[in-house]
């Protein structure tokens, strides 16, 4: 078990492996921004040479240190940190930060592993290797060899890039925000933004939580720690690495469109957290979100002196939902005498061209006592006639009087050089203002997406219960014969385990035994080849529908037979499937797997054929609640299919959820079955249920 997590931030005393005179050094740099930055604990610089370093005394060795010693800053060459982690181990100190690189980044993996195993043997925790340091205002404690001076204030950064993290710091001092927290993880080696927002969550300085990701290791543990996180503050962050094809896996479209940027997208939104595009847009939001009240409704009214600056607004404002008020009356009457008749008191509000800073008073006075608005969005356009020297006095005031009164408000200013100044004044006066729509629309729809966040509390997760011991059964079986999946007919079996639909069907040995099965089953029927040498058997001609009596099938039979061994010339076939031809419904196809970083997810999107090509689904973490399973629902662009279209009647979404849980269940609880598709599944009218038509399922020896 490690330390507290506090000892981390705050700790009553720090030692510099690596301390030095020399400025070129980072142990000089590190030295002197611990020195600078009014740490209030002791200091130990530690050097083999002893003597003095930067006026303190200094110590050949961490465990020559007479005192206790809470966190460790290593900053020597790689070849060294080992022993020094032995050492700090023995002295009991708690944290050992490690700036040194070249390790894992380089692929020196297994000295990397080595660290942390002696520094667990202690009970020591390790941040890093490959780091800039940490810095936390509640010890006045600049750990880093980053700039000197570090604004402190209310966001808590957790960074994996040095380099952005380093120009981050600065970035915060001059967007008026400053820091209560930042960490550079580095190669996470030990501890992770999980282990790291333990701290972040609670602490009263921190307000908001910004981190920037390059990859995750442990995708369940950072899920469990965002999801406590998001219900007490605003998480944002960024994420390299988007990738266009994603992770490709060669038998599971499930897997195949199980990209891990687009995984990453949708846990994330499951989460309650942010995800901004790029460092503006993430800093616009942590300003925003330090300046701003939360809303307490939903409703965003836009002012503006010009038409067609607040029609590119209206288009913001559905781009990143927020919802425009539209009681039209309520607003003719509010506005009656701030509007020229000529205007328009319609949302947005339009006062012309020829409006005044008296106006816009007016109309942000009216906006602020008109309760059904929530949140204000001010623009501007530079007119002739507007008395600009007034401009950022007015915006500033109103500014402060929407804010007291519990209405976040955005701003923004289209001009020319005298506006591009007041935007720099106004902005250093606190005050949330752009020069471009869009930019200011975005933080506000941030803060609406974190609102309904925490105003749509999730239930219980839905979990079902599995025939743990009919799957193995069935998975044992298919691991004898050295398959990593399962025959269609053992795939219905385990469907029929977890209680999933499926058609009539069974498994003919020879021609005799096929037509005897479609005659019990009753045509029209359906006839695939069952073999572990094809996956897919619709490519190679495998598959036969609509089958109507005993002539077709015969004549199926031996053509798939024939398809199949051309195809696949020394393919061993087990059998023919012959299946009930089922009614036709909306195909749609559901997944669930055991992903590599985020664990079980389950997925559900647009099924059929051109499934890889249209990519209209939708993933998440499991388990997870029945709220949130009807919005991923919601979220595919096929989602109007299920609420009936040109007359059909809405489609049995019960139903369709019932599966996603079910098969969610499946992974959870049987680590053997990592992959399982259903494409497609048929859903029928609302009361008459599903039916998993086409099935696959994916299996390991280990778990």
């Not at 330390?3 to 705050?10: D, G, H, R, V």
């Not at 520094?119 to 810095?135: C, D, Q, S, T, V």
């Not at 282990?195 to 995750?216: A, N, S």
Request: charged share 25%.
């Amino acid at each position: 078990m490690k330390p507290p997590i506090t000892s981390l931030f705050e700790p009553r005393s720090i030692a510099v492996i690596g301390a030095s005179q020399d400025r070129g050094k980072v142990g000089y740099s590190i030295l002197k921004n611990i020195l600078s930055g009014g740490f209030r604990g002791k200091i130990y610089p530690v050097n083999p040479r002893g003597g003095t370093v930067q006026g303190l005394p200094a110590y050949r060795d961490v465990e020559e240190i007479p005192a206790e010693v809470d966190v460790a800053c290593i900053a020597i060459p790689a070849r060294k940190v080992l022993a020094a982690v032995e050492r700090c181990g023995r002295k009991g100190v708690k944290y050992g930060v490690v700036i040194t690189s070249g390790f894992s980044e380089v692929g020196n993996t297994e000295e990397e592993k080595a660290i942390v195993q002696r520094a667990r043997e202690y009970g020591m925790g390790i941040l890093g290797p490959n780091i800039f340091g940490i810095y936390s205002a509640a010890a006045s404690l600049n750990c880093t060899f980053g700039p000197e001076e570090v604004a402190p204030g209310r966001v808590g950064i957790i960074t994996q890039s040095g380099a952005i993290g380093l120009a981050m710091i600065g970035k915060t001092a001059a967007e008026n925000l400053g820091l209560s927290a930042m960490v550079s993880v580095g190669n996470k080696s030990d501890i992770d933004e999980a282990d790291l927002l333990e701290y972040l969550v609670p602490q009263e300085l921190t307000k908001i939580i910004l981190m920037y990701i390059e990859g995750i290791k442990n995708g369940e543990k950072l899920v469990e720690h965002l999801k406590k996180a998001t219900a007490v503050k605003p998480v944002i962050v960024i994420k390299s690495g988007r990738s266009k094809r994603g992770a490709m896996a060669a038998a599971s479209h499930t897997g195949s469109l199980a990209g891990s940027d687009e995984v990453f997208d949708h846990i994330m939104r499951q989460c309650g957290v942010l995800r901004a595009e790029g460092i503006r847009e993430a800093f616009d939001w942590c300003s925003f979100f330090s300046r701003n009240p939360l809303p307490r409704g939903e409703n965003t009214l836009i002012i503006t002196n010009g038409g067609g600056i607040g029609v590119l607004a209206a288009d913001a404002c559905e781009k990143y939902g927020l919802s425009l008020y539209d009681d039209t009356q309520k607003l003719k009457d509010a506005f009656s005498t701030v509007v020229p008749a000529y205007g328009s008191s319609k949302n947005p509000i339009d006062m012309t061209a020829e409006a005044s800073s008296r106006d816009y008073e007016a109309a942000f006075e009216t906006a602020l006592n008109l309760d059904p608005v929530h949140a204000v969005l001010g623009l501007y356009c530079e007119t002739a006639v507007f008395d600009r020297e007034n401009l950022a006095a007015m915006i500033s005031r109103n500014d402060e009087r929407l804010k007291k009164g519990g209405k976040p408000v955005s701003f923004s200013l289209l001009g020319g050089e005298n506006t591009a100044r007041d935007i720099g004044v106004l902005e250093k006066g606190g005050v949330s203002v752009f020069d471009d729509v869009y930019q200011a629309v975005s933080p506000l729809g941030a803060m609406y997406f974190y609102h309904r966040h925490l105003h749509d509390r999730p239930g219980p997760p839905l979990t079902a219960s599995i025939d743990v011991h009919a799957v193995e059964t069935v998975v044992d079986g298919a691991l004898k014969e050295d398959r990593t999946f399962l025959f269609a007919h053992e795939a219905q079996t385990l469907m029929g385990t977890a209680g999933i639909p499926v058609p009539r069907s069974a498994l003919a040995g020879t021609l005799e035994e096929a037509v005897k099965i479609a005659e019990g089953i009753g045509y029209p029927v359906v006839m695939k080849v069952v073999s572990k040498d094809i996956l897919h058997k619709s490519d190679v001609g495998g598959v036969m529908l609509d089958l109507l009596n005993r002539s077709e099938v015969i004549d199926a039979y031996q053509a798939i037979v024939g398809n199949a061994l051309n195809a696949v010339p020394n393919a061993v076939i087990e059998g023919i499937e012959v299946t009930e031809m089922v009614q036709p419904g909306t195909e749609i196809i559901v997944g669930a797997r055991r992903d590599k970083i985020f664990g079980p997810i389950v997925m559900v999107g647009l099924g059929g054929i051109y499934v890889e090509v249209m990519k209209d689904v939708s993933f998440r973490s499991f388990p997870l609640d029945r709220k949130e399973i009807i919005k991923m629902i919601k979220e595919i662009k096929s989602y109007p299919l299920l609420l009936g279209v040109r007359g059909e009647k809405t489609k049995d979404m019960d139903a369709l959820a019932e599966v996603i849980v079910r098969l969610g269940s499946i992974i959870l609880h049987c680590p053997r079955v990592s992959d399982i598709e259903i494409n497609p599944l048929m859903v029928y009218e609302q009361g008459l249920g599903v039916k998993a038509v086409d099935i696959r399922v994916l299996i390991r020896k280990q778990p």
